[in-house]
């Protein structure tokens, strides 16, 4: 597995929006969703349930693959769960 880089933005969006790190880990490893976003970039997405919020959220990862790592750009969690993965084969 390549290196993991972690953007600032995509930090400060792990703290400000208080979504615990090895959900996003586990996300960036095992994606229960995964689409393509033009250019080069891919939204890793997978549901979990929020400790603090309690309910179940959809945590959505925006990486680029580069040829010597992987780049984490941003992270977002969201509840809109039907929205982002109607349609989509896990």
Not at 3 to 22: G, K
Not at 32 to 54: A, H, K, T
Not at 65 to 76: G, L, P
Request: aromatic residues 8%.
């Amino acid at each position: 597995m390549k290196p993991i880089r972690w953007t600032p933005h995509a930090l400060q969006n792990l703290a400000d929006r208080e979504i615990d790190r090895s959900f996003a880990e586990a996300t960036l490893n095992e994606p229960e969703f995964s689409v393509p976003d033009p250019p080069g970039r891919q939204v890793l997405m997978r549901r979990y349930f929020d400790g603090l919020l309690q309910q179940e959220m959809l945590l959505r990862m925006i990486i680029e693959e580069a040829a010597s790592e992987t780049v984490v750009v941003t992270v977002y969690k969201t509840s809109q769960i039907d929205r982002y993965v109607k349609g989509l084969a896990p």
